[in-house]
């Protein structure tokens, strides 16, 4: 299973930059988790919009939505130039009712309800879903392929129900939007410390870091999660290849 970073921005990106967003491969199936500002843009560096086979939406806020508009009238000029594809399969909640319909389009896109503590087979991978502690509704996600596990929080601050879901995760990629000074006072989110103390917790084998914020010296977030985890601690890097073997 390989896993690229597409975007590592939180709420909007940075010049030339797309917001959080992961490519997930596996036996030449490519699964995109969120779909926000910059992202269609910046996958296209890795694979043909046509060779997309499913996508996964954790919520529908703004930085993890905004491309799919695009993406879907991406299928349309497709099927009037003559080369109609399937449609594509985007897995989202309905707690949020009109957003999940926006999923749905014109025979090009068919939005498919996902449920936390329910597993899915797309494709080769095994998903599974838990909420997260969001100022709207919010799915972290497990990814299950070739025996390796990959788990992504999504948008999320501290609670206790990703210690068990996290746990053994072969590879943990966490949200750490906030610095330390900023821990408590911006709801939904988490610092550097507490993505560390998560990994630390859940016995995760290497932690990336990402929906990072566009102001300040990023490497001290990292900093903060080495100060509770022992194991690999990384950036996310856009465009680097983490393979799961």
């Not at 299973?1 to 992961?22: E, L, Q, R, V």
């Not at 009712?97 to 329910?118: A, N």
């Not at 996600?141 to 596990?149: H, L, R, Y």
Request: aromatic content about 10%; glycine content about 10%.
């Amino acid at each position: 299973m390989n896993i690229i970073p597409i975007g590592i921005w939180g709420g909007y990106p940075k010049a030339n930059g797309a917001t959080s967003s992961f490519l997930i491969e596996h036996e030449g199936y490519n699964l995109l988790f969120d779909c926000g500002s910059g992202v269609l843009a910046s996958l296209q560096n890795y694979i043909p919009l046509e060779q997309l086979d499913a996508v996964v939406i954790s919520h529908y806020h703004a930085d993890h939505i905004a491309d799919i508009g695009s993406l879907q009238y991406s299928r349309l000029i497709n099927y009037y130039t003559g080369n109609p594809m399937p449609p594509l399969p985007i897995y989202g909640h309905t707690q949020d009712k009109e957003g999940f319909e926006k999923l749905s389009y014109k025979e090009q896109t068919v939005g498919i309800e996902i449920f936390d503590r329910t597993s899915y087979t797309v494709g080769p991978f095994t998903l599974s879903f838990c909420p997260t502690v969001h100022p709207v509704y919010c799915l972290a996600m497990k990814v299950s392929a070739a025996g390796k596990t990959a788990v992504f929080t999504a948008d999320t601050e501290w609670t206790d129900l990703l210690v068990e879901f996290s746990r053994e995760a072969d590879i943990l990629i966490s949200e750490a939007n906030l610095y330390e000074e900023y821990l408590g006072k911006s709801p939904g989110h988490m610092a550097g410390s507490e993505a560390g103390t998560l990994a630390r917790l859940a016995g995760a084998k290497r932690l990336i870091l990402t929906h990072l914020p566009q102001y300040g010296e990023l490497t001290t977030i990292a900093e903060a999660a080495r100060g509770q985890y022992d194991g690999e601690v990384e950036l996310a890097v856009v465009g680097k290849t983490y393979t799961l073997v």
